[in-house]
C-alpha cells in the first residue's frame, strides 16, 4: 500500500491560516475515522498533534484542528507562529492488516 | 511521568540480526497497545508493527512481515523487536510508541528513538 499524498511544502506568514492536505483511498482515509497528524521538529519525536480526524490531545492549543472530506484529510493551523515551522504527517487506520498508513510528511515554512 | 526508553540500536551486517527493547513506565503498560514505528535517515514515517495488551495479537507492515517479531513483557514493562534478515533499507531510527487504544492510529506517547544501521 503506497503512503498517503501530502504537499512536500506549504508556507504562511505569522498570523495566517494554512491547511496541509493528506489524500488516501477508499481503504484507509475515505473508509475510516481514524485519521491523525504529527508534528515533528528537527531531530525530535514526532508529537501529536490530532487524532480521530478532529480530536485535539491535551495541551494541544486550539489553533490546530482536523477535519476529512471524503478521502482526503486536512489539518488547519490559524494565527501561524514562528514554533509551528516544522514537519508533519498524517496517518491513517489501513485495515486489520496492514493496520497503518503515513503520509510522506509537509515542511510548514513561516515566513 | 510517561517515559518510554528504546536500546539495542547499533550497527548490523546486512542479513544480520538485532533485537530492540523498549522500557516503558508512568502508566500502566498492560492497559495499551504498543508500536513501532521507523524513520529512515531524511525520510518521512513508516509504520512498522503493533502488539495487542496481552500480546495476544500482532501486526506487520509488509515490509517487514516474515522478518520481525515484536514481542511483549507486561510484568517487565518491556515491549521487544527482533529484526531478522536486516537489509540496507531497515536503517532507520525505530521509535517505540503508546497508541491511545485498539483501532486509532492515535500514538500518544513516542520514545526518543534507536538507530539501526544495516551495513557492510
Known amino acids: 500500500q503506497s503512503a498517503l499524498t501530502q504537499p512536500r511544502s506549504v508556507s504562511g506568514s505569522p498570523g495566517q491560516s494554512v491547511t496541509i492536505s493528506c489524500t488516501g483511498t477508499?481503504?484507509?482515509?475515505?473508509?475510516?475515522?481514524?485519521v491523525s497528524w504529527y508534528q515533528q521538529h528537527p531531530g525530535k519525536a514526532p508529537k501529536l498533534m490530532i487524532y480521530?480526524?478532529?480530536e485535539r490531545p491535551s495541551g494541544v492549543p486550539a489553533r490546530f484542528s482536523g477535519s476529512k472530506s471524503g478521502s482526503t484529510a486536512y489539518l488547519t493551523i490559524s494565527g501561524l507562529q514562528a514554533d509551528d515551522e516544522s514537519d508533519y504527517y498524517c496517518?491513517?487506520?489501513?485495515?486489520?492488516?496492514?493496520?497503518?498508513?503515513f503520509g510522506g510528511g509537509t515542511r510548514l515554512t513561516v515566513l | 511521568e510517561v517515559q518510554l526508553v528504546e536500546s539495542g540500536g547499533g550497527l548490523v551486517q546486512p542479513g544480520g540480526s538485532l533485537r530492540l527493547s523498549c522500557a516503558a513506565s508512568?502508566?500502566?503498560?498492560?492497559?495499551?497497545?504498543m508500536h513501532w514505528v521507523r524513520q529512515a535517515p531524511g525520510e518521512g514515517l513508516v509504520w512498522v508493527s503493533r502488539?495487542?495488551?496481552?500480546?495476544?495479537?500482532?501486526n506487520y507492515a509488509d515490509s517487514v512481515e516474515g522478518r520481525f517479531t515484536i514481542s511483549r513483557d507486561n510484568a517487565k514493562n518491556t515491549v521487544h523487536l527482533q529484526m531478522n534478515s536486516l537489509r540496507a533499507d531497515d536503517t532507520a531510527v525505530y521509535y517505540c510508541?503508546?497508541?491511545?487504544?485498539?483501532?486509532?492510529?492515535?500514538?500518544?506517547?513516542w520514545g526518543q528513538g534507536a538507530l539501526v544501521t544495516v551495513s557492510s
Open positions: 496517518c491513517s487506520y489501513a485495515g486489520s492488516y496492514t493496520f497503518a498508513i
Open positions: 510508541v503508546r497508541g491511545l487504544y485498539g483501532p486509532s492510529v492515535g500514538f500518544d506517547y
Open positions: 502488539i495487542h495488551t496481552e500480546g495476544s495479537s500482532t
Open positions: 477508499s481503504s484507509d482515509i475515505g473508509g475510516s475515522s481514524y
Open positions: 508512568g502508566f500502566t503498560f498492560s492497559n495499551f497497545w
Open positions: 480521530d480526524v478532529t
